[in-house]
Structure formats: C-alpha cells, structure tokens
C-alpha cells in the first residue's frame, strides 16, 4: 500500500538571514478574519501613541554668538552649511554635522546683520551680508580665514548705500544681488554703485526675494503694508497688494513658480498667487503673536514659520491648521527659520543666541533602515492615514504640549474673534438698510490691489 504526503523543502519558508525566523503561509480569504478591522483599528491607535512617545523634535542648540540671530541664509549647493548674523555684527558659518563653528568675522559689520545670501555656484564658497551700517560686504570662507579665529577676515567685496540695509537676496543664475532699505537697489558685483533703483510708494521695505525659477520676477515687502512684485528686465514693478497689517518676510515655492508665502503682523501666514492676488490662496492661523520668518520646504509641500510668541510651526501648505509646533523652555522670540535642503531638518535663530537645529518629523529616526523597519514604517504611516479621523486616533495624533502663555493667549484670541464674527452677524441681522455683505476668511487682510 502507497500513502503520499505533502512535502516542501525547508527553504520555502525560512529566511535567508535569519534561519530561525519562518515565513508562515496566510490565506487572506476575508471570511477567515472577520476582526480584521478591529485589529487594524488597535494597530493604528498603537501607533500614534507611540509616535507621539517618540516625539522628541529637539535636536541640538549650537552656541556660539553673545546677541540675538537675526538673519540666516543656507547655501542650495552645501547640505552642510548654513551662516547667521547677530546684533552685534558677528558673522558665524556652521557645520550642521559637526555642529561646529567653522568660520567666524567678529566685527563684520558696526551694528545688527540684516540679511545674509549665498552666491549661486557648486563650487562657490562665497556669501553676502548687509548691516545697518549701510554697507554691503562679499565674504570668502577661505582656509586662512578659519585658522585666524577671532580676527575679522578680509572681504572680498564692499558695497557702500546711501541708506541703512534691511534684506539681501542673490539672482540664481546672473551676477546680480539685491538689496531693499527706504527702496530696492539692484546690483552688479562688479560695479560699486547700483544699476537699477526700484520703489513704489513704499515707506521702508523690510525683505527683498527674488524667485529662484522666474528669475525676473522679486518680491518685497514693507512698512505701508505693501507688497509689491517687480521685473527687472523692465526695471519696472507689476503689481502692488496692500494689506491690513505689514509684511514681516516672504518665501518663494521652489517647485511652484507663481507661489509665494508671506509672515503677517496680523499672527498669520498668508499664501498667494502672483496671477491672481486680490484673495489668498490660503491662511495659515496658529500663532498668537506677530509671524516673523517663514520659509519652504525643498518639497514646496511644506512650510516652516517663527514667532514673536516663542514657538516654531509646521504647516502642510493645503491645510490652514499647524501640524505641529517647536518650543523649549529657554527659547526667546524667534527671528529667522530655515528649512535645510535634504527636507529633514529645521534651523530656528532667536534673540537669546542660540541657533537650534529641530527634526522635521518629530518622531522620526534618522540613519539607514533595514527593509523590515522601513515596511513596519510605512505600514504604520498608512495605517494612521486610513483611521486618522476616528476620534480615539485623531486625539491622539493632535496632542501637543503647549506652553501656558500660548494656551492662554490662544484661548483669549479664540474669544475675541468668536465676538467679533457674532457682532458681525448681529449687525447684518438687524441692519435697516442694505445689509454689509459677508467677506471671505481669504479676502479680509486684502485692501486692494494695483497693477500697472
């Protein structure tokens, strides 16, 4: 008599690696795992609470300058470098991997550093500053300049004003910089005076930015509340948007050409488009206190804001709510923050110091994974995508530790703007006359808008 047996060599179900773990075969028919769904459920609510545990954004605090930073540039073709000025007029360039000072001008500039930019070029080691001494310097990080600590290096450039700088930005592809005080000059590195003055009306212009992929087309922004967009193949300006309260900074979106974010004194971050400016695109509102650096992501998808209320926020550009917020303890106002250009850091410079370099993704490990860690990751990241707006989960991936006097301060703000929305509509109800019409979130902070 014959008997046969099912038989199946043993390298059908062991791993290469590992010989002690087996593959175990799974039949996915769904009328043999009727819990299905709750056990997907619970895997999701296991993995927020246990993003929200690994939660620990703070990655270091680089000391160095002895007054506040107030202008930070990051170099597009040197992941590793990113240079800041202080009130004092110091100049500092860091190694973010070294988290080291890697070159230093002491006495760059008499007075605050106001704005600072890389010169374009793979293999340029070069960089602007401007200060309130109304001189504009191009320095070199050359190897005598490092060995020299404490001695302001040589420059290789100045460039005298007849007023006092506010903000510096570099063409992307020309030898061309601008610079922005009761007006815009436009610069050639080889000539010692400027070659186009730009204004409309604008009393004192507090930031000048020029699109790096419509590189004819700049930005500023000042204390009348303007902000104006300017072609320098004209010499001319195109459009002027006045707004309730004045422009602190502007961003332009790397990957979408027409796009740009503004950070308001009115504690929001607006987004426009230059095609079509008399709304925003969308409002970002979060903050409880003046916005006073905003900057994009590499990705164009995000976006990264500091403010005067201590904290740093984390925005998705599609959704007006924060996604999370950066603060410590020691943290003062917040001046200036950048986005690094791999996408997986923040810089922030505040008036205690102190430049601190954050985790874009709070809970995330960086460092080489396996392919079984980056499965068990994505398999988490989708599995809270899936349930995120089931209320367990949701309130679980909204939790965040706020400092008391932004609590308080939000509460109050939520108060004040609740009042003034219902006397708004108790106005409109009781009004004997023609009733003032309802105004779109995105067109209130918009007063008009000019072209020429």
Sequence with gaps: MKVKALSRSTAEYTRETKSDIQRMPRNVNPELHPLERAREYKRALNSAKLERMFAKPFIASLSGHIDGIYAMSKNPWDLDSIVTGSGDGELRMWSLSSQQTIWRAPEAHRGIVKGVCSVPGGSSDRFLSVGTDRLAKVWSRSE?????????????????????????????????????????????????????????????????????????????????????????????????????????????????????????????????????????????????????????????????????????????????????????????????????????????GSDDSNLRLWRARASERMGAKSNRQRASVEYAEKLKDRYKFVPEVQKVLRQRNIPASVKKASQTKQIMLQSRKRKEENERKHAKSEAKPRVPERRKAILGVTSR
């Design 144 to 348: 005598s300049a490092i060995a020299a600590d404490g001695v302001t290096p040589e420059t290789v450039a100045t460039y005298t004003g007849k007023h006092a700088f506010n903000g510096i930005d570099h063409h992307r592809t020309r030898p061309l910089f601008a610079t922005c005080s009761s007006l815009i000059e436009v610069w050639d590195v080889d000539r010692s005076e400027p070659i186009a003055n730009l204004s409309w009306g604008a009393d004192t212009i507090n930031a000048v930015r020029m699109n790096q992929t419509e590189v004819n087309v700049l930005a500023s922004c000042g204390t009348d509340r303007s902000i104006i967009l300017y072609d320098l193949r004209t010499s001319s300006p195109l459009s002027k948007l006045v707004m309730t309260l004045s422009t602190n900074a502007i961003a332009w979106n790397p990957m979408e050409a027409f796009m740009f974010a503004t950070a308001n004194e009115d504690h929001n971050v607006y987004i426009f488009d230059m095609r079509r400016m008399d709304h925003a695109v969308n409002v970002l509102r979060n903050h409880v206190s003046a916005v006073m650096d905003v900057d994009y992501s590499p990705t164009g998808q995000e976006l990264v804001s500091g403010s005067y209320d201590r904290t740093i926020r984390l925005w998705d550009v599609n959704r007006a709510q924060s996604r999370d917020i950066y603060h410590t303890k020691r943290m003062q106002r917040v001046f200036c923050v950048k986005y690094t250009q791999d996408n997986n850091y923040v810089l922030s």
